[in-house]
Nanobody
């Protein structure tokens, strides 16, 4: 069983930046494809971006492309989500998700390990 813990959420003004981190309980976290999802109030959970176990070119949702970056820190067994130029519509609970698969999936069913989420609030 893989346990995921997110951190780094908070309140930021529009145009600001935040870096979210996801740490895993397993030693070989770089063997897992890892993605970030988010869920705004009253909306479905949606794919934000993901990085495969091999670290190939990450995949992003169109709404965040060019503003968000996903990268691994294998030394610390973490996956980060760097969020720049934040907008009020980015306000949501952000979840880290992982699966022992080769490719980044964009749906919830592609992942069997989930964190508890971290709140990101962007004020206008």
């Amino acid at each position: 069983q893989v346990q995921l813990v997110e951190s780094g959420g908070g309140l930021v003004q529009s145009g600001g930046s935040l870096r979210l981190s996801c740490v895993a309980s397993v030693r070989a976290f770089n063997s897992y494809t890892t993605s970030w999802f988010r869920q705004a109030p009253g909306k479905d959970r949606e794919f934000v971006g993901g990085i495969s176990w091999s670290g190939d070119t990450p995949a992003y949702a169109d709404s965040v492309k060019g503003r968000f970056t996903i990268f691994r820190d294998n030394a610390e067994n973490r996956v980060h989500l760097q969020m720049n130029d934040l907008k009020p519509e980015d306000t949501a609970v952000y979840y880290c998700a992982a699966a022992f698969v080769r490719r980044v999936g964009r749906t919830l069913k592609d992942y069997n390990f989930w964190g508890q989420g971290t709140q990101v609030t962007v004020s206008s």
